[in-house]
């Protein structure tokens, strides 16, 4: 039998980033003390909602999607708002595809040119072949024509220079949320897609 407690809710700091995930049962837990609001999304307008407000909203529908108690339903929240949280994790910025474009603002590291991100590739400075890791300082972003051009080479051989070092970001710009299962349509707004936020390893083209 579905246990719709255990379901998971999507849980954003006070700035409207999302920062992990948390059951329904915590989260009724923080509505009722006040400590979080429920998020909704129409047509992309937002909309929060405090205990009282959604326990009066959720009178109105006639979903699966609810929990009954002895004197009232009350809708499962999908998105919790914290209210007195603006802080992110403390954690390293993940190796990811969307981290090393954010990195290089989606500029070729070789001709120094901006490129949509599906026109980009990632490039291992040193190849594989000739013992080069996948490391934030041996992978860069490059364009297709240059990708191609410098082949399983390295710049030197290939004759081409690359307009910066890469180095390790100290930046985080935005926080890795961990999701077991298939995450809820409503999370899309605060989550970036899966493509982009895949830790990064040696199958990494």
């Known amino acids: 039998m579905r246990n719709v407690l255990n379901e998971n809710v999507l849980v954003l700091n006070r700035l409207w980033q999302a920062i992990n995930v948390c059951t329904v049962e915590r989260a009724f837990m923080l509505l009722y003390m006040g ?3 429920v998020v909704t999304e129409d047509a992309g307008n937002f ?3 405090d205990f009282h407000e959604w326990r009066e909203f959720s009178q ?3 979903g699966e999607d609810v929990v009954h108690t002895v004197s009232f339903k009350i809708r499962i929240p999908r998105v919790s708002l914290l209210l007195f949280f603006d802080r992110l994790p403390h954690k390293e910025v993940k190796f990811t595809r969307h981290n090393i474009f954010e990195r290089d603002h989606n500029t ?3 001709c120094g040119k901006h490129f949509d991100r599906k026109e980009l590739n990632l490039d291992h400075i040193v190849p594989r072949d000739h013992g080069g890791t996948t490391t934030w300082e041996n992978i860069v972003c490059a364009c297709i024509p240059c990708n191609t051009r410098k082949a399983n080479r390295t710049p030197t051989q290939a004759g081409m220079h690359l307009i910066k070092k890469p180095k390790r970001p100290k930046w985080r710009p935005f926080v890795n949320v961990t999701i077991s299962t298939v ?3 409503s999370w899309k707004h605060f989550l970036d897609l899966a493509y982009w936020n895949v830790e990064l390893g040696e199958d990494v083209k």
Do not use: K, L, N, P
Request: charged share 15%.
């Open 35 to 37: 400590h979080a609001e």
């Open 47 to 49: 909309q929060t909602f």
């Open 60 to 62: 109105g529908h006639h």
């Open 108 to 110: 070729c590291q070789y």
């Open 183 to 185: 995450a809820h349509d």
